[in-house]
């Protein structure tokens, strides 16, 4: 009692009775008296993936696969994996963007994706 295994692969968040957060990857031996141990969840994404990270501060943030990321409870809301959109070769995906902060005389953002290629027009 009085100790805690952090295993090699995982990570830790270690609170103090201050509210003090230590973040620890393993492997490592913690001395936990007066302390409270968190594992925290770790998230995985393919090449077919993406994480959709929410930040405590309100924005979102996409991250493409192949990826892993731990969850921080000091900056993130929530962590989860979708899947993405696959092409065959004869398949196309058009993305419509509505954006004010384009030049004059463009409106809309218009983005072209086919095969792994991509192109704005």
């Known amino acids: 009692m009085g100790f805690h295994v952090v295993r090699e692969g995982q990570r830790v968040a270690v609170w103090s009775v201050g509210g003090e957060c230590e973040l620890v ?20 994404a393919d090449q077919f993936q993406y994480l959709v990270v929410s930040y405590l ?17 000091l900056q993130h809301r929530d962590i989860t994996v979708r899947s993405g959109e696959t092409l065959s070769a004869n398949e196309l995906l058009v993305v419509y963007e509505a954006d004010s902060g384009l030049p ?9 994706f086919k ?5 704005d027009f």
């Open 25 to 44: 990857d393993g492997p490592r031996l913690l001395f936990t008296v007066l302390k409270r141990v968190q594992r925290l969840q770790h998230h995985t």
């Open 57 to 73: 501060d309100g924005h979102r943030e996409n991250v493409p696969g192949p990826c892993s990321l731990f969850f921080d409870p």
């Open 104 to 112: 004059a005389g463009r409106d809309n953002e218009m983005k072209v």
């Open 115 to 119: 095969e792994g290629y991509e192109d």
